[in-house]
């Protein structure tokens, strides 16, 4: 089955961290890969995702606005708009939104 989606017709709902917001694309039941969703995620101006690790899943982050400081294996990266990182399985990382920031969040489970 193909699927097609607009971003202004899907509704926003809280991320699994409790901060921002994401609009997904796609879910992990609604396709056979590993995938555990494509969203676009919001972060407003001063939210923080606490470090956390994900024992089972890699996570690919673009950012598409704003200015982010991710924090991953012991190293802080200042992303903005076209950056790109990869955040691999069991590496401990923290996301703090220097500005409004929206970027495209895809999860895997390995």
């Given at each position: 089955m193909t699927i097609i989606r607009n971003i202004a017709d899907i509704v926003g709902k809280p991320t699994s961290h409790g901060v921002g917001l994401k609009k997904v694309?796609?879910?992990?039941n609604e396709c056979a890969s590993n995938i555990t969703q494509v969203a676009v995620t919001t972060l407003e101006a001063g939210s923080i995702v606490e470090s956390h690790v994900h024992q089972d899943m890699?996570?690919?982050?673009l950012?598409?606005?704003g200015?982010?400081?991710?924090?991953?294996d012991?190293?802080?990266h200042r992303l903005s708009n076209g950056d790109f990182i990869y955040i691999p399985c069991g590496v401990s990382?923290?996301?703090s939104a220097?500005?409004?920031s929206t970027m495209i969040t895809i999860g895997c489970e390995l």
């Open positions: 694309f796609l879910a992990n890699e996570e690919f982050f950012i598409q606005s200015e982010v400081v991710i924090q991953a012991g190293e802080e990382h923290r996301l220097v500005a409004t």
